[in-house]
């Protein structure tokens, strides 16, 4: 499992109530992934992390907000869950220009 | 950014035969190019990768290519079995330095293939 877990792993949230997803490392690993998975559009970068309080934008990162205060957690907020956040989440991690390895996944649906 | 455009959406085979999926990208400085599998409900995990140094990669009956003038690579799978079948997505990175480019891995937007016995 490369050391690599997300929690939940299914949730079912109203719209406009707030989310944490979190992803959890014991790799130590520097650089730290959320994407979002969407059928029809593949895996898109939300939001990445290349250190820890060091974080940056994906390409789909409206809506979403991140934190990592520790090197082995980076949490993904919904500040307001919207429908069209319904989606598979995964966590993603990598040492540097290397292989990623990827949570189980987080199913979100927002009703 | 990166631009990575994966072709075809979906592909069908006959056990036996070959299958080539094709990416290209959009970065020149790009040096890092996985493949990667997704069966059905678990995550993506690699099957194999390549770097620009490189010109072609095998590993058993899996093989990829890459064209850094053409700006781009594909996959190859002969013999295929129906354990093959599975989402194929690549991908495309370039170094992380730590004064510019972070190296994220852009995906294309994957290829259902569906291996027929």
């Known amino acids: 499992d490369a050391g690599i877990t997300q929690s939940p792993r299914h949730k079912v949230t109203e719209t406009g109530t707030p989310v944490t997803l979190r992803c959890h490392q014991t790799?130590?690993?520097?650089?730290m992934y959320w994407y979002r998975q969407d059928p029809g559009h593949g895996l898109r970068l939300i939001h990445y992390?290349?250190?820890?309080?060091?974080?940056d934008k994906g390409e789909v990162s409206d809506g979403y907000s991140v934190s990592r205060s520790k090197t082995e957690d980076f949490l993904l907020t919904l500040e307001s869950a919207t429908s069209s956040q319904t989606s598979v989440y995964f966590c993603?991690?990598?040492?540097?220009?290397?292989?990623?390895?990827f949570g189980q996944g987080t199913r979100l649906t927002v009703v | 950014g990166e631009n990575v455009e994966q072709h075809p959406s979906t592909l069908s085979v006959q056990e036996g035969d070959s299958a080539v999926i094709k990416c290209t990208y959009s970065?020149?400085?790009?040096?890092?190019f996985p493949w990667y599998k997704q069966e059905l409900g678990k995550r993506p995990q690699l099957i194999i990768d390549?770097?620009?140094?490189?010109g072609e990669k095998k590993d058993q009956r899996i093989a990829v290519t890459l064209n850094k003038t053409a700006k781009h690579f594909s996959l190859h799978i002969t013999e295929t079995q129906p354990e093959d079948s599975a989402v194929y997505f690549c991908?495309?990175?370039?170094?992380?330095?730590?004064?510019?480019?972070?190296?994220?891995?852009?995906f294309g937007k994957g290829t259902k293939l569906s291996v027929k016995p």
């Open positions: 790799e130590n690993h520097r650089y």
């Open positions: 970065d020149s400085a790009s040096n890092y």
């Open positions: 992390s290349y250190g820890v309080k060091d974080t």
């Open positions: 993603a991690i990598r040492q540097g220009a290397t292989e990623a390895f």
């Open positions: 991908a495309a990175s370039t170094t992380p330095n730590y004064g510019g480019s972070q190296g994220n891995l852009i």
């Open positions: 390549i770097r620009s140094n490189v």
